[in-house]
C-alpha cells in the first residue's frame, strides 16, 4: 500500500471528520520520525494514515481498537505495521515492544495533545523541561504525559525535538 492508497482509506472510512485530520497529523509526526530514526517513509507514513481507520466502528468497543483496521488492511501492510496498529491503543491488550510500535504511540499521543490544548499553546511550552509543562497543562490528562514520557525516553527521542516537530508543522490542530 503507498501513501495515496492510504490517504484515500482514511477519506473513505472516517471522511472529513476531526478523526481523519488526526490520522493526517499523526502520519506527519510518523514522517519525521521515520526519519530521525532512518525507518521506512512510506511505510511509517502509511501506518499513521491507516492506525485509526475504524475508530468509529470500534467506539463502542475500543478493545477492538486497531485489531479490526488489521483484519481489513490484511497483508497491504506489512506484519510490523500491522502490530504498531494493533498495539497502538492499550486497550487492546495487543503488546508490542518494537521502535515502530513506539513511535506510532509517540505520534498518536502528540496529535491528541496538539489536539486538546492547541498550536499555539505547544509553541510555548517550555523547551527546557517540557514533560513539566504539559503535566501542568494536562493536570486533566495525566496519562498522555506518562505516555510521551515512557516512549521519548525509552527510544532516546527528546520531548522538546516532538515539540519541534509539531510546532513546525502546517497541518492544523484539530
Not at 501513501?3 to 482514511?10: F, G
Not at 521506512?40 to 466502528?57: K, N, P, S
Not at 497483508?75 to 497502538?88: F, V
Not at 508490542?96 to 486538546?116: E, Q, S
Request: charged share 20%; proline share 4%; with cysteine.
Amino acid at each position: 500500500m503507498n501513501v495515496t492508497e492510504a490517504d484515500r482509506l482514511v477519506s473513505q472510512h472516517l471522511g472529513t471528520t476531526p478523526r481523519a485530520t488526526h490520522s493526517r497529523f499523526v502520519a506527519h509526526v510518523m514522517q519525521r520520525l521515520a526519519n530521525v530514526f532512518d525507518a521506512h517513509t512510506e511505510l511509517w507514513v502509511v501506518v499513521g494514515l491507516c492506525h485509526d481507520l475504524d475508530f468509529f466502528q470500534t467506539a463502542d468497543d475500543r478493545s477492538q481498537h486497531g485489531i479490526l483496521t488489521v483484519e481489513w488492511l490484511g497483508d497491504l501492510i506489512p506484519p510490523e505495521g500491522q502490530s504498531a496498529i494493533a498495539s497502538h491503543d492499550h486497550r487492546s491488550g495487543v503488546h508490542a515492544d518494537t521502535l515502530f510500535a513506539d513511535a506510532l504511540k509517540i505520534a498518536d499521543v502528540i496529535a491528541v495533545v496538539d489536539a486538546k490544548l492547541g498550536r499555539s499553546v505547544l509553541l510555548q511550552v517550555d523547551r527546557n523541561d517540557p514533560l513539566l509543562a504539559l503535566r501542568g497543562l494536562l493536570a486533566d490528562k495525566p496519562y498522555l504525559c506518562d505516555m510521551l514520557e515512557k516512549y521519548t525516553k525509552k527510544r532516546a527521542v527528546p520531548l522538546g525535538h516532538v515539540l519541534d516537530i509539531v510546532t513546525a508543522s502546517s497541518l492544523p490542530s484539530r
